[in-house]
């Protein structure tokens, strides 16, 4: 009897056993059909891609103060849905952008802290650049940095001074546009430059102008004065000093008009461009800047035919100068090409 109590336990216990394997491989057979089926659509609901950063546009300013026309380049950042730009203001030390200075939400707070006096003429002008150029070199996805460039050999106006020889040769030294347009690449270039930048701090002034005689000594002979505006020369110099000229366009993306007989006074013709006021601006102005396909270069006695890419373009992006009466009819016109909502906020 014991012999035989022991055998029935004996089977009982491998039978368990037996239900146990048969059980577990049932239910490992099932996750593995299972898995077989839900793991694509797991790949496809849980696993996304990587998000790609998308490279931002650095749009840099240099003001006195305010931003005069706030409300146009308002409506203008409304109209970028994809967040393309990133905006920097260099403007007098100890001012601020909040919103007692600006009704644009674009410019809050946007001013950089590290700003200098600047004085129109002088060297501080591209030290002012090269400021706006550092903060925006720090935001890695800044790949085009906007101050809008035509670059020309200038050996015939005399502002090239001598004594930038050695460093800076004759053959190299261009004249363009404050406004330009650049690369990553050339704005490390800009900021770490320490050879050009003290050639111009030191040789390229501008002439001094009678309202300025009495803060500065009286010259014995101002016809004789040389005169410079760093702000023309020195990028595109730069650039062609470190073999770099061949990377940028020919032109800037600004248009200005400089009417040489605009001015009275024959010592100021050509020192500033002329400033669009509120009788002139219309959608005739704006649409005659639009269609500009080409570009003639006094200095060089030719016409260059605006391309992008390859194919025949408009030459300009932006136009300048207007006053903000202008510029407010401008945008209630709708001429523009941007809504007119801005005027609210003017």
């Known amino acids: 009897m014991k012999r035989r109590s022991n055998s029935l336990k004996f089977h009982h216990i491998w039978k368990r056993k037996l239900f146990a394997m048969l059980l577990c491989f049932s239910c490992f057979t099932i996750f593995l059909l299972v898995e077989s089926h839900y793991s694509p659509i797991q790949m496809l609901t849980f696993v996304s891609p990587p998000t790609i950063a998308k490279p931002k546009i650095a749009c840099l300013f240099i003001a006195r103060n305010r931003i005069p026309l706030d409300m146009v380049w308002d409506a203008f950042f409304r109209g970028d849905e994809e967040n393309r730009f990133s905006i920097y203001v260099h403007s007098r030390p100890g001012f601020l952008l909040n919103k007692a200075t600006t009704r644009s939400p674009y410019f809050l707070n946007r001013q950089i802290n590290d700003s ?186 030719r016409r260059e035919w605006c391309t992008s890419k390859g194919k025949p373009s408009k030459c300009f992006l932006f136009a300048r100068k207007f006053t903000r009466p202008a510029a407010l009819r401008l945008l209630n016109t709708s001429v523009l090409g941007i809504s007119s909502e801005a005027t609210s906020r003017a």
Request: some cysteine.
């Open 116 to 301: 200098i006096q600047v004085v129109w003429g002088e060297a501080s002008m591209i030290q002012a650049e090269r400021i706006l150029l550092q903060n925006a070199l720090m935001h890695p996805l800044n790949e085009r940095f906007i101050f809008l460039s035509d670059s020309f050999a200038d050996t015939k106006e005399g502002r090239y001074n001598p004594k930038m020889d050695p460093v800076i040769p004759v053959d190299n030294w261009r004249k363009g546009s404050q406004w330009v347009v650049l690369t990553r690449k050339h704005v490390e270039t800009i900021v770490q430059d320490d050879s050009v930048f003290p050639m111009f701090q030191w040789h390229c002034k501008k002439r001094s102008l009678p309202e300025f005689w009495r803060e500065i000594a009286l010259p014995a002979d101002a016809s004789k004065e040389h005169n410079c505006i760093p702000d023309e020369h020195y990028v595109q110099t730069l650039l062609a000093q470190k073999g770099l000229e061949g990377e940028i366009t020919r032109r800037s993306l600004t248009h200005s008009s400089w009417d040489l007989s605009s001015s009275k006074d024959p010592e100021r013709r050509g020192w500033h461009p002329l400033t669009y006021k509120l009788a002139d601006s219309s959608p005739m102005l704006i649409q005659s800047i639009k269609d500009i396909d080409n570009i003639y270069y006094e200095t060089e006695y």
